[in-house]
């Protein structure tokens, strides 16, 4: 499919497209399945080698692989996302990923203590919330130095 680069917003919005962000929700379930894995490990601890096995992938990626029904568009959307949208959404999804990575380096080097991390799947939940604020246009919020502390403090 080949989108105009005037992408109007009400194709945005038939597609599940935010049209001032030019971001879609659906990108968030890639991090909500992992996110689901975490907080259930402390009833299947069998789940730790899929949470270790986790990787990112990126915003395009992630719509090449889903049934998403408008992926193209999706894409090509991201591709044209407001410069500062893409900072904050970027930022907000590292967030998040450290968590996770935080998460994966506490089951490598302790497997057994599966049921204690499951804890910080409400956390990696918050963060994901955050990134669905920037891909939904909640807000301003500033991504900044503090927002890494702010994941060691999850994890201290």
Known sequence: ???DARIDAKTLKAANINSATYLATDY???YNEVAMLVGMLGDMPDMCDLIIEWQPISYAEHFRQTAFSDKE???AAFEQAPADVLARFRAACNEV???IYEVQRQL????EKAARVAVYGQEIFELISLVGGVINGEGERAIDDGAQADVDALFA
Not at 108 to 111: G, I, L, Q, S, W
Request: aromatic content about 0%; overall charge negative; cysteine-free.
């Open 1 to 3: 499919m080949v989108v």
């Open 97 to 99: 990923e450290e968590a």
């Open 73 to 75: 568009l999706a894409i």
């Open 108 to 111: 490598r080097a302790a497997p």
């Open 28 to 30: 968030l379930n890639h």
